[in-house]
């Protein structure tokens, strides 16, 4: 496995490492692509992602620059959570979604560039949530994306 693998894997509770480690050895044995985005989460990033959408967007910023995150562009100025407490903070979940390569040809030159694909309504995503989804739980892990009224796609916890 990869070490940016381990190295996040390594941010998990040791109680719960054995069920990611499986998730993610099970995604990589079947050849489906994916990214880490998130594992571990101090209390004050959490914070800031609370008040994301709930805050004056100059304000969240202003915190989220602290921090060390990336300025949210108004696009992005919406609520993302409704936990005040997260299972990232303990150490027990891990964000985790599809990677989609794209083959560009120009000037007779090959390049390749990755997206996550974020809309579940553009044709053909939706089966590479799911895919992973079934993986992970399958591995028994709770997914997010199983919540009912706030679906979390990306989010994979193991609850101790
Ligand atoms: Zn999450």
């Not at 996040?8 to 998730?23: G, S």
């Not at 083959?103 to 053909?124: A, H």
């Not at 949530?129 to 993986?135: L, M, N, T």
Request: aromatic share 10%; glycine share 4%; charged share 30%.
């Amino acid at each position: 496995m990869l070490q940016v693998y381990e190295d996040k894997l390594n941010e998990l509770d040791a109680r719960v490492i054995k069920y990611f480690y499986n998730f993610v050895q099970t995604l990589l044995d079947r050849d489906r692509p994916f990214k880490i985005l998130e594992v571990y989460r101090s209390q004050e990033v959490q914070d800031v992602y609370y008040a994301q959408g709930r805050e004056p967007l100059v304000e969240v910023n202003a915190r989220r620059k602290e921090l060390g995150l990336y300025q949210l562009p108004p696009a992005e100025d919406r609520i993302i959570t409704h936990a005040k407490k997260s299972t990232h903070t303990d150490r027990c979940a891990m964000d985790l979604v599809p990677r989609i390569t794209m083959v560009n040809f120009k000037d007779g030159r090959r390049t390749e560039s990755e997206r996550i694909p974020w809309n579940l309504d553009e044709p053909g995503v939706l089966p590479l949530w799911e895919a992973i989804v079934r993986i992970g739980v399958a591995c028994g892990l709770e997914a997010g994306a199983k919540w009912q009224g706030f679906a979390d796609w990306p989010h994979y916890q193991k609850i101790i």
